[in-house]
């Protein structure tokens, strides 16, 4: 009877697991299915007089460390100056406002036409700074570059062609990773990221479902923006949240795959952990807000509503695998290992572990030439690594089907000055991972004793996931003597004389609620 108790639930959730891997093995067949969709379509060379008016949007909060590398790249871009605004909309507490004021000042003394906006409040946080921005904005298009983006020269000339067709809203570039080699850590991120960008986005553009703007490193047909009811705060992930709604009213997404824009990856795990956190709870806050009205929506292909299904929840696959870890010691000491309940048990983990996922990360890794080998070595860190954030992401799961918004933590990014930047991400000691962890080494033990050795190495797995992200939050705790960055500090008023009559500048500006207009 014991061995019942045990074995439903975990191969019920082995099941659930195995279920989110066929559907990345299933958005790997839709990529070779529509591979002939993929190819954008040609640059068209237009006239400069004809180029559409683009507002290039710069939100920023607390950036000194890259807010000059940004506003200096940004101000390069080839795009006819008469026809080419930037916005830097700084919500700022520290002296990045100084900063960011007098390096706009160089760029317009270089007739650049750059302006500074800064808010005396976060009200609705990024999507707060956007929508204000909106409506100060001259452009017809809006492009967005968080703080870390480096946009290359070119960037404006390869996308703004798509907008020829009326019907397109929003054009999505690829993300490069400036510090891809920087550790473990960064290599990891990168090769989650290239699976995002270099399959499920051109997947789902390519078999024509929704897919997202990501938040940077795109732009937007302002049209597109109001009809889809405009920038909301009521969740973490406003750029998912639009993009839906968006093409719930009926504009069509361009993902440009050839397109990349480097940014930097956190090198710490608390702005790693930071970052995860809120990506998830958003996702899942945005699944709660718009996913019935997805589904509710008959004139859309059925595959197109499925395929929002998993786009919105894969983030639940953290909770199973907390449960997986926690099931996997007791499971491996009442289920005999000759029993062929087990070895279908210990098969379905090796298949929901590695099968699809190796497939679904090399071919990232060859759309983009790199090595297949790059991937291979790297997977097993990425496995190890995403049980070992399962316990703080279940969390943010938890709270993205029960809380409001909550507060949006920015990633804090260090930029070329030195080697540590002046911020950090402050998350809680990772005391569940310790305790998994320690049932995680358990597991090996007895997968061991008992003869359970296909299960072996995944327990190991476990127990490097839970023990490399415990020891490495609490080096990075004890070691690091940093100001954490607080997304609802309020900043003091600006002494100095206000810049707010200058042309370029506007201060003390608030933010209308787009959320309740």
Known sequence: MATYLIAVPYLSVLLALVFYGLHRSHLVWLLWKHRESLPPAAPRNIPDH?????????PLFNEPDVLERLLETVAKIDYPADRFEIQVLDDSTDDSRELARAKVIELRNRGVDAVYIHRHDRVGFKAGALDHGLKLAKGELIAVFDADFLPQPAFLRTVVHHFADPKV????????????????????????????????????FAAGHFFNFSGTGGIWRREAIGAAGGWQHDTLTEDLDLSYRAQLAGWKFVYREDHV????????????????????KGTVQTARKLLGRVWARRDLPVGVRLEAVFH??????????????????????VMPASSPIGLVLDLSLMFASTGSLLTFYVV?????????????????????????????????VWQGLTAETGEFVRTPKKGDRAKQGRYRARTSLPWVEMLIGLESA?????????????????AMLFLMGFGYVSLTVTRERLGLNLPALSPVAQPERISEPSLGTMPGFEEGARATDSAAA
């Open 364 to 396: 990232a890794e060859r759309s983009q030439g790199r090595s297949a080998w790059g991937a291979l070595r790297r997977l097993p860190w990425l496995l190890a690594i995403g049980s070992g954030m399962s316990p703080w992401l279940t969390k943010a």
């Open 261 to 280: 824009t480097p940014a930097e990856l956190p090198e710490e795990m608390e702005a790693f952990r930071a970052q995860q956190f809120r990506w998830a």
């Open 312 to 333: 919105m929840t894969p983030h639940f696959a953290y909770p199973l695998m907390v449960m997986l870890a926690v099931l996997l010691l007791p499971m491996l000491l």
């Open 169 to 204: 809203g929003c054009v999505q570039a690829r993300w490069g990773h400036l510090n891809r080699e920087a550790s473990i850590l960064t290599r990891v991120q990168a090769l989650m990221l290239d699976g995002h960008h270099m399959v499920e986005n051109r997947a789902r």
């Open 442 to 458: 358990a597991a090996v033990v007895a997968a061991i004793v008992t003869h359970h050795y296909i299960a072996a190495p995944f």
């Open 50 to 58: 004809e180029l559409p008016y683009v507002t290039v949007q710069l």
